[in-house]
C-alpha cells in the first residue's frame, strides 16, 4: 500500500512539474526579457545579458551574496508557479470558447455562426438523403464524411468542438432515448479499468490542450510589452485549437462507445423484480425517469 501511495505521488510530482514549474519557467524568463527589452529593443541580446548580470553578479557566491540570489531564485520559481496556475485557470474559459459556449455579449455572432453551419450542415444532410433515395450507394460515404465533416449532429453550437461535444448526448438519446446526464455517473462506476483508463486519457488530454490555450493567452497578453510574445501566443493558441478538436474527437467518441458496450450491464441492475427487460425505446424512458427522481 504505501509503495502504491508513493509512485502515485510520484507520477503526480512529474505531472505538477511537466504542466506547472516548467511552462512557468519558460513564461517567467519571457516575461523578464519583456519587460527589460521592451518594443523599441526587442531583439537587443547585448543588453538583455548586461541587465540580467547586474541582476545576478557572477561571482555572487565569492562576493557571499548567496542571499540574493537565492531571493531571486525563489521568486522566480513562486512567479512560475503562479503562472501555471494562471494558466490552468484560463483552461476552463478557453474550452468554453473552443466549444461555442460564449458570454452573453457574444451571444448574437454565436447565434449566426450556428445558423450558418446549421444551413451547411442541412444542405449537406439534404444532398446525402437525395443520394440515398436515388439508390447512389457509391456516392453515400463521400456525402457522409461530407456532412460529418460539419457535424455529426444537426449544428447546436457555434463551433464543430461544441457540436462534438455534445454529440455523443443527442446520438445516444435517439439510439436508446435515455438521458447521458443521469445516465453517465451511474454507467462510470460499472466501467471496468480497461474502460476507464482511455477515458480518463482522453479527458486528460484535452484538459491539457485547454491548459495550452491558456498559455497562449499569457503570452498574448504579454505581447503588450514585447511584441515578438504576441506571435509566440498565436502560434500557441492555433496549436491549442487543432489539440482540442482532436481530443474532443477522441474524448466523444470513446464516450459513446462507452455507453454502446456498457449500457446493456447497467440496464440488468434495473431490471425488475420479474427479471422482465422491457424495449428498447420503453426502458430508456423509464431508466431516465429512474436516474432523474423527479427532476
Not at 449544428?155 to 435515455?178: K, M, S
Not at 504579454?222 to 509566440?232: C, Q
Request: charge should be positive.
Amino acid at each position: 500500500m504505501n509503495a502504491f501511495v508513493t509512485e502515485i505521488g510520484k507520477k503526480l510530482a512529474e505531472r505538477w512539474v511537466a504542466l506547472l514549474v516548467l511552462p512557468g519557467l519558460l513564461f517567467t524568463a519571457t516575461a523578464a526579457a519583456a519587460a527589460l527589452l521592451g518594443h523599441r529593443r526587442w531583439a537587443d541580446l547585448e543588453m538583455l545579458g548586461r541587465r540580467l548580470g547586474q541582476l545576478v553578479p557572477p561571482d555572487a557566491g565569492a562576493s557571499g551574496d548567496l542571499s540574493r540570489t537565492v531571493l531571486l531564485l525563489l521568486v522566480l520559481l513562486v512567479a512560475s508557479v503562479g503562472s501555471g496556475l494562471l494558466a490552468n485557470a484560463l483552461a476552463t474559459p478557453v474550452e468554453h470558447a473552443l466549444a461555442g459556449r460564449w458570454p452573453a455579449p457574444l451571444r448574437r455572432p454565436a447565434r449566426a455562426c450556428t445558423r450558418r453551419r446549421r444551413a451547411a450542415w442541412m444542405r449537406a444532410n439534404q444532398e446525402w438523403e437525395r443520394a440515398r433515395d436515388a439508390g447512389e450507394r457509391d456516392r453515400l460515404a463521400e456525402l457522409a464524411e461530407r456532412r460529418n465533416r460539419i457535424a455529426l449532429i444537426e449544428p447546436i453550437n457555434a463551433t464543430w468542438i461544441g457540436d462534438r461535444l455534445d454529440a455523443p448526448t443527442l446520438r445516444v438519446h435517439q439510439e436508446y432515448g435515455v438521458d447521458l446526464t443521469f445516465l453517465w455517473p451511474r454507467l462510470w462506476l460499472l466501467l471496468p479499468e480497461s474502460s476507464r483508463t482511455p477515458l480518463t486519457v482522453g479527458r486528460r488530454q484535452l484538459d491539457d490542450a485547454a491548459t495550452l490555450g491558456g498559455w497562449a493567452l499569457l503570452y498574448l497578453a504579454l505581447g503588450a510589452v514585447w511584441w515578438p510574445s504576441a506571435v509566440i501566443g498565436a502560434v500557441l493558441g492555433l496549436i491549442s485549437w487543432r489539440r482540442c478538436r482532436s481530443a474532443a474527437d477522441v474524448y466523444a467518441g470513446l464516450v459513446e462507445a462507452a455507453v454502446d458496450v456498457h449500457l446493456e450491464d447497467l440496464v440488468d441492475r434495473f431490471t425488475d423484480d420479474q427479471g422482465v427487460r422491457p424495449a428498447r425505446p420503453q426502458w430508456g424512458q423509464q431508466i431516465t425517469e429512474r436516474f432523474r427522481k423527479g427532476i
